[in-house]
């Protein structure tokens, strides 16, 4: 599985970005997707995920309402797109891969494979 991650870079607070993630090696609408990031100096952190036909969506608190995930299976790829940023929201964005079903999909360990990661940047 070859993830790529891009259409990061420097927002406003207030506004809009959408990431992309361009899925190939495999089938993509087999795999479960979610978007994690890491701030300087902090962990990495669940953002959102979803299940392989893109019926269901999960999203952490601090992105819930400004933050939609979704997928096109057809084109083979993943989409982030977040409104009304903030500059808490800086961090590198790194889509990932998960196979199998767990119900602990926040957590990065039940991704195999990861994107390169896009950086966002949110001014004030």
């Known amino acids: 599985v070859q993830l790529q991650a891009f259409g990061g870079g420097l927002g406003q607070a207030g506004g809009s970005l959408r990431l992309s993630c361009a899925f190939s090696?495999?089938?993509?609408?087999?795999?479960?997707m979610g978007w994690f990031r890491q701030a300087p100096g902090k962990e990495r952190e669940f953002v959102a995920a979803?299940?392989?036909?893109?019926?269901?969506?999960y999203y952490a608190d601090p992105v819930k309402g400004r933050f939609t995930i979704s997928r096109d299976n057809a084109k083979n790829t993943l989409y982030l797109q977040m409104n009304s940023l903030k500059p808490e929201d800086t961090a590198v964005y790194y889509c990932?891969?998960?196979?199998?079903?767990?119900?602990?999909?926040?957590?990065?360990?039940?991704?195999?494979?990861w994107g390169q990661g896009t950086q966002v940047t949110v001014s004030s």
């Open positions: 090696g495999r089938t993509f609408s087999n795999y479960r």
């Open positions: 990932a891969a998960s196979f199998y079903y767990y119900s602990d999909y926040d957590s990065p360990r039940r991704y195999s494979d």
């Open positions: 979803i299940n392989k036909s893109g019926a269901s969506t």
